[in-house]
């Protein structure tokens, strides 16, 4: 273990946020990016429809989650002081925070559009965190921005100057990194990929539209192909595993079942996989990545997901046969991508 944290102003410990639709998990990283604590509590939920709910109702809603985010901060705190000397000295009270939300986050911290936390959508949460920690610096940015920091910096990607990052989970995370930095856009929005339209006549999407691309390549979009084909009749045996109703065949079921064998199971598995390669092939057009790297709970398949899309990539990209090969790795901290790049992202001040 490295001691003494250095001299220089960034060293010492940072804290890292990210904020899911199930989960808020916050890592502690040392001078030395290990990680040295984690914590997690879920994310509050309230039954309050948000359609139609008051201003003061989603800012209730958003208060129920940053007290969540100060409540990891506190536990991680108290992992971090219980076992370093001169845990009460001032540098460990001025350590910054860097926190990951889903979603259109804008330049200024308010998160404008989020299909899947919609109980902080519309917060100002520079504020409504800022005020639970007080005499912190906050960084506050999309989460799968962060993921990709992370992955670039010290993951999957180190070495390579031109990342794309896709978090396959409930939904579909992007980040993007070009020459070396990550990119926000003009408003903060970039790498908004899950939501590329790939079907305008697909299934209706959180987002409001129709056939996006993480109805089909994501947690959720498995489930969704995986309820078809159960109420085909194509599907017995995932069924059987979830109940025996097939409208309840979650994507949990299916990965479960293909890593035991099933081959009906398997089959829906690289149907996503083609789907995954498909939208990756488009998005080398926009960015021409010499890496990808793929994160999110849908990767722990492994290679029943990563062969299928590998194929589906090296089929579909332009030039295909004679374009120098894009490698497509899983990502090397998993769930954790997001609060670890946050804490990178606590550390430097922000992403840019
Ligand atoms: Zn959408």
């Known amino acids: 273990m490295r001691s003494g944290g250095g001299s220089s102003a960034d060293a010492g410990v940072a804290f890292g946020v990210d904020i899911g639709g199930t989960k808020v998990l916050g890592i502690a990283l040392d001078a030395a990016d290990a ?4 914590a997690r509590v ?11 709910a008051s201003p003061t109702e989603i800012g209730d809603q958003g208060a129920a989650v940053a007290d969540a985010v100060a409540e990891v901060v506190a536990q991680l705190e108290a992992a971090v002081g219980a076992g370093s000397a001169g845990a009460a000295d ?16 804008d330049r200024a911290g308010r998160l404008r559009f989020s299909p899947n936390l919609p109980q902080g959508q519309g917060v100002d949460w520079r504020v409504l965190i800022g005020e639970r920690l007080p005499g912190r610096k906050v960084v506050i940015e999309n989460d799968a921005n962060f993921a990709v920091l992370a992955e670039h910096r010290i993951g999957a990607a180190t070495g390579y100057r031109h990342v794309v990052m896709v978090t396959l989970g409930t939904g579909i995370g992007g980040g993007i990194v070009i020459d070396g930095r990550v990119q926000v856009g003009g408003h903060g929005f970039a790498g908004e990929i899950g939501h590329m339209v790939v079907d305008p006549a697909g299934p209706p999407c959180p987002c409001g539209r129709r056939g996006c691309w993480e109805r089909f390549a994501s947690g959720g979009g498995l489930g969704l192909l995986a309820r078809e084909a159960a ?12 109940g025996g109703d097939p409208e309840s065949v979650r994507g949990e079921d299916v990965t479960a079942a293909a890593l035991s064998g099933d081959p009906d199971a398997r089959r829906v598995v690289e149907e996503v996989g083609w789907w995954v390669g498909f939208g990756l092939a488009n998005l080398a057009c926009v960015v021409d990545p010499e890496c990808i790297v793929l994160g999110g709970g849908l990767v722990g398949v492994g290679d029943l997901l990563l062969g299928p899309t590998r194929r589906a990539f090296a089929e579909l990209v332009e030039g295909g046969s004679t374009r120098p090969g894009t490698v497509i790795v899983p990502a090397a901290f998993g769930e954790r991508a997001g609060a670890v790049g946050a804490a990178l992202g606590a550390r430097a001040g922000g992403l840019e």
């Open 42 to 52: 879920a994310t509050p939920r309230s039954g309050t429809p948000l359609e139609g």
């Open 90 to 105: 001032a540098p460990w009270g001025a350590r910054a925070v860097g926190v990951g939300a889903p979603g259109m986050v």
């Open 231 to 242: 109420l085909a009749g194509a599907l017995p045996g995932v069924v059987a595993r979830s």
């Open 35 to 38: 990680v040295v604590a984690e």
